[in-house]
């Protein structure tokens, strides 16, 4: 007598797995609902009950005191040094730039291989720079190489291994050695710049990666082997880079792409900027969706968040929207304190990036009208 499980059709397997896929939907709906129902109020309600006041700003509280011209194609990404004087900035004119924040001058004007790059990011020293973007390719830049014939600085090292383009990347805190970069074929890559290899892979063939491209990365500064990334899934997603084989955590609420994702000063929460309008504040160690931000326009639309950033303090959220608006809001009440976009010298288009200097002194952000432009805050308040 065979014990053998009969074999099942194709047909018969399809007919499971659409079966499973349907009662794990319903699971998820269910987990989603008794999570809400749980949470009977927002960040912003629970401070207004303690009767916490909003923040205030003056017209001098924070001003553009800088313009960076130089590009003459859109700005797509910016990173800031860690000594806050430098700025390398990436644009769709094929060149990195980096500048001196406080002179305005052009130290570097570097030719890249592929003009269409998409992100870029200082080295913790400072020494380096890196890139990537439709080539697929994270080239890596010495700034204390020499240039050749023609004046350019070559390229010192090439990480190759994504099979879709490079939307983000970012070195891991303290460590010229590693960095971390998200793609379009819906994975991060830890590297070891090093020897040029992959290190570990988060998503990709595991069931609890991302399922579109990634769009986002951002490093806990406190806990390092901790990130998350934002993705065309419309989620969120922690990881540990100790535990490439799934997502810590996976974090649902917006309803559209998740554009920019950035952790809180503390790496206890993080924020995300969304194709669908809003800010969203999540907390790492419950998976709660804390607050979100969402500030409707006269004709009811709300256009889409392209980059965020966190103050020093973490008590505003800086938001840049396509259509040049660049919103400070008060984390703590959920309420707009300040309109960049609104005030004299502000882009005259999409806001594409931005970046806080180190010291928490002044906002650095990049547009497709091919400035950056560097706001500094003044009066009484120094930082925030």
């Known amino acids: 007598m065979s014990l053998s499980q009969p074999k099942?059709?194709?047909?018969?397997?399809k007919e499971r797995h659409l079966a499973a896929t349907d009662t794990l939907n319903n699971l998820k709906q269910r987990l989603n609902h008794t999570r809400r129902s749980l949470l009977d109020t927002d960040l912003a309600?629970?401070?207004?009950?303690?009767?916490?006041?909003?923040?205030?700003?003056?017209?001098?509280?924070?001003v553009c005191c800088r313009t960076l011209q130089g590009h003459t194609g859109k700005v797509y990404s910016l990173d800031w040094t860690?000594?806050?004087?430098?700025?390398?900035?990436?644009s769709q004119d094929g060149r990195l730039i980096v500048w001196n924040a406080l002179t305005r001058q052009k130290i570097h004007a570097i030719k890249l291989p592929c003009a269409w790059v998409m992100a870029t990011a200082f080295s913790p020293t400072g020494q380096s720079i890196t890139c990537g973007g439709l080539d697929s390719v994270?080239?890596?830049?010495?700034?204390?190489?020499?240039?050749?014939?023609?004046?350019?600085?070559?390229?010192?090292?090439?990480?190759?291994?994504h099979k879709g383009y490079i939307s983000s990347c970012q070195y891991v805190p303290d460590e010229d050695t590693h960095l971390i970069t998200g793609s379009g074929d819906q994975t991060c890559v830890l590297w070891d710049i090093t020897t040029g290899l992959k290190t570990s892979v988060f998503g990709g063939e595991f069931q609890s990666g991302h399922t579109a491209d990634v769009l986002s990365i951002s490093i806990n500064e406190s806990n390092s082997r901790m990130f998350a990334?934002?993705?065309?899934?419309?989620?969120?997603?922690?990881?540990?880079t100790r535990m490439a084989s799934r997502a810590v955590r996976t974090f649902h609420g917006h309803e559209?792409?998740?554009?920019?994702?950035?952790l809180f000063p503390d790496g206890n929460r993080f924020g995300t900027g969304s194709e669908d309008g809003t800010c969203r504040l999540f907390?790492?160690?419950?998976?709660?969706?804390?607050?979100?931000?969402?500030?409707?326009?006269?004709?009811?639309?709300?256009?889409?968040?392209?980059?965020?950033?966190?103050?020093?303090?973490?008590?505003?959220?800086f938001a840049g929207y396509t259509n040049g608006d660049c919103y400070v809001w008060d984390t703590l009440l959920a309420k707009v304190v300040l309109n960049l976009?609104?005030?004299?010298?502000?882009?005259?288009?999409?806001?594409?990036?931005?970046?806080?200097?180190?010291?928490?002194?002044?906002?650095?952000?990049?547009?497709?009208?091919?400035?950056?432009?560097?706001?500094?805050?003044?009066?009484?308040?120094r930082m925030i």
């Open 8 to 13: 099942m059709s194709v047909a018969e397997l």
């Open 45 to 62: 309600g629970y401070a207004r009950s303690q009767g916490k006041s909003p923040v205030t700003f003056g017209p001098t509280d924070l």
């Open 82 to 90: 860690s000594e806050r004087n430098r700025i390398v900035s990436a």
């Open 138 to 161: 994270c080239s890596i830049f010495n700034l204390n190489s020499a240039t050749d014939k023609d004046g350019n600085l070559p390229v010192s090292r090439t990480l190759c291994g």
């Open 229 to 240: 990334s934002g993705s065309c899934d419309t989620t969120a997603r922690l990881w540990d």
């Open 256 to 262: 559209g792409d998740v554009n920019s994702v950035k």
């Open 283 to 317: 907390d790492i160690r419950t998976g709660h969706q804390l607050q979100v931000y969402c500030q409707k326009h006269s004709d009811n639309e709300t256009p889409p968040v392209t980059s965020i950033t966190f103050s020093i303090s973490g008590r505003l959220l």
């Open 341 to 381: 976009g609104s005030l004299q010298d502000s882009h005259e288009g999409r806001i594409s990036c931005l970046g806080l200097a180190a010291d928490g002194s002044a906002l650095c952000t990049g547009s497709w009208d091919t400035n950056l432009k560097i706001w500094a805050f003044g009066g009484h308040r």
